[in-house]
């Protein structure tokens, strides 16, 4: 059974920082890309950042220079570290593992970020 346990989230003041973390499990992780998404109030959910399994990471253009997205495969977990939040920020955040060779797509049940002062 593929479990992925999202925790971190909570409330922030504008200009502060989260760090998300993602904890795996029933998967060789390793040989997963995992990525970040967000789904805020009335919007469709979109990619925060991803690492694919050999290391290549991607950010949304939003994020860039403010989210760092790190993962340990001894650990099988990914982060997510969120600094400079802004009021854009809030969104419930969801963990994700996608492997396209086997179909695999497995999501967390998601972590709300609050950016408010």
């Known amino acids: 059974q593929v479990q992925l346990v999202e925790s971190g989230g909570g409330l922030v003041q504008p200009g502060g920082s989260l760090r998300l973390s993602c904890a795996a499990s029933?998967?060789?992780?390793?040989?997963?890309?995992m990525g970040w998404y967000r789904q805020g109030p009335g919007k469709q959910r979109e990619l925060v950042a991803v690492?694919?399994?050999?290391?290549?990471?991607n950010y949304n253009d939003s994020v860039k220079g403010r989210f760092t997205i790190s993962r340990d495969n001894a650990k099988n977990t990914v982060d997510l570290q969120m600094n400079s939040l802004k009021p854009e920020d809030p969104a419930v955040y969801y963990c994700?593992?996608?492997?396209?060779?086997?179909?695999?797509?497995?999501w967390g049940q998601g972590t709300q970020v609050t950016v408010s002062s």
């Open positions: 029933g998967i060789i992780f390793r040989l997963y890309a």
């Open positions: 690492i694919t399994s050999g290391g290549t990471i």
């Open positions: 994700n593992a996608k492997r396209v060779v086997s179909s695999g797509n497995y």
